[in-house]
C-alpha cells in the first residue's frame, strides 16, 4: 500500500531539499557562500529582534522614523487616486514599522488588502495573531515563499492595483549586479502604474555603519552562527560552531557591507552524506549590506523601468524610502 503525504508535509520535504541543494552548492563553491535568507528560522527570527534593538543598529530606528513620523506622506505617495489596491510587504517579517502605515490607511478608511510574503511561516503566523488582534477590520492574505512566486500568486488572487513594500533596506541584501536583476524582474511582475516602496540604507559615517553590524554584545555574530545551528539540527551536519568565528568589513567606496564567518583551523564538516572540507582561517560569504548614493538609486530605477515619484527621508537623512511607479 503507498502511503500518501498529508500536502502540509510535502510542502515541508521541498522546502528542506531546497535549503540542502543551496547549502552544499554554497559550500563546494569557491569561495564558501550560504544565502542569508535562510537566516530566519524561529531562532533566527528571535535574534533579530534582539539585533534591532541594539543601540548600535540604527537602521530599524531611521525606518520607523519615517513609518511612525510621516505617515500621512507615505500614505499620499502610495494612494494618489485613491483606488483600491493590494498592498503587498516583501519580507514582512513582525511588521512594525508597517504596522503604522496599515493603521492609518485603515483609520481613512481605505479600500485595500495587506499581503504579506516572508520566507518564514513562524513570523508569518505571529504577524497574522498580532495584525487581526490589534487592527481587527484589515483584511490580511499572509503568503508564505519566494518573492516572485508570491508576488504570481497575489496576482492570480486579485487584479486590483499593487503596491510593493520592500523595507529595512532588504534590497541591501544583495551584491549590486543582483540588486539589478532583482529590480527588472520585480518590475517584470508588475503592470503599468503600479509601484513600489522601497528603503535604501545611504552612505554615511563608516563608522556608524561597521558598529552596526559588528556590536560587541555579539549578537550579529550569534544571527550569523546560528545558520550552522540550522544546518546541523534540519540537514543532519556536524558543525562545531566553536571552531568558526564572525568577521565584519564595510568598504565606504563599494557601500558593501559584508558578513563572514572563519574557520578557525583546518576541520571536515559533514552534512548528511556529504563531507565539506575547510582550511584554516577560510571564510564562508554570509551577507551583504550594500550602501547607497542617492545617484545610485536614481540609476537602478532608470535601468530597472522604474521612475522616481517621491521620496521621504529619515530626521538624520541616514535612510530613504523611495517610491518608484512603473513606468
Given at each position: 500500500m503507498n502511503l500518501r503525504l498529508h500536502p502540509d508535509s510535502q510542502v515541508k520535504n521541498d522546502h528542506i531539499d531546497g535549503f540542502r541543494s543551496d547549502v552544499l552548492e554554497g559550500l563546494h563553491g569557491n569561495p564558501k557562500k550560504l544565502s542569508s535568507k535562510y537566516f530566519y528560522n524561529k531562532k533566527g527570527d528571535h535574534l533579530f529582534q534582539k539585533i534591532m534593538t541594539m543601540p548600535e543598529y540604527y537602521l530599524t530606528k531611521?525606518?520607523?522614523?519615517i513609518f511612525k513620523n510621516k505617515t500621512a506622506d507615505l500614505a499620499n505617495l502610495i494612494t494618489p487616486d485613491n483606488e483600491p489596491f493590494d498592498l503587498i510587504e516583501l519580507g514582512a517579517g513582525d511588521a512594525m514599522k508597517s504596522t503604522f502605515l496599515l493603521k492609518y490607511l485603515v483609520e481613512k478608511g481605505t479600500d485595500f488588502s495587506y499581503m504579506p510574503i516572508d520566507i518564514s511561516g513562524n513570523i508569518l503566523s505571529i504577524l497574522n495573531k498580532k495584525l487581526s488582534q490589534e487592527i481587527p477590520t484589515l483584511k490580511i492574505i499572509p503568503l508564505e515563499?519566494?518573492?516572485?512566486?508570491?508576488l504570481q500568486k497575489a496576482a492570480s488572487l486579485s487584479s486590483r492595483r499593487k503596491v510593493i513594500l520592500f523595507l529595512g533596506s532588504n534590497i541591501g541584501n544583495m551584491s549590486l549586479e543582483e540588486t539589478e536583476n532583482f529590480c527588472k524582474d520585480?518590475?517584470?511582475?508588475?503592470?503599468?502604474?503600479?509601484?513600489v516602496l522601497i528603503g535604501f540604507d545611504l552612505k554615511k559615517n563608516?563608522?556608524?555603519i561597521l558598529n552596526a553590524y559588528n556590536d560587541k554584545e555579539g549578537i550579529t555574530a550569534a544571527f550569523n552562527l546560528n545558520l550552522l545551528t540550522r544546518i546541523n539540527t534540519e540537514l543532519d551536519a556536524d558543525f562545531d560552531l566553536k571552531e568558526f568565528q564572525h568577521y565584519q568589513t564595510y568598504d565606504p567606496v563599494s557601500g558593501a557591507c559584508k558578513s563572514y564567518l572563519v574557520s578557525l583551523k583546518d576541520q571536515n564538516v559533514t552534512i548528511g552524506n556529504d563531507?565539506?572540507?575547510?582550511?584554516?582561517?577560510e571564510l564562508i560569504d554570509m551577507e551583504i549590506s550594500q550602501k547607497f548614493s542617492p545617484e545610485k538609486i536614481q540609476e537602478l530605477s532608470e535601468?530597472?523601468?522604474?521612475?522616481?515619484?517621491?521620496?521621504i527621508k529619515?530626521?538624520?537623512k541616514w535612510f530613504v524610502d523611495t517610491v518608484w511607479q512603473v513606468k
Open positions: 531611521s525606518e520607523l522614523d515563499g519566494e518573492y516572485f512566486e508570491m520585480l518590475n517584470q511582475n508588475l503592470a503599468s502604474d503600479d509601484v563608516p563608522h556608524i563531507l565539506i572540507s575547510f582550511k584554516e582561517n535601468k530597472s523601468g522604474f521612475k522616481i515619484i517621491g521620496e529619515d530626521s538624520k
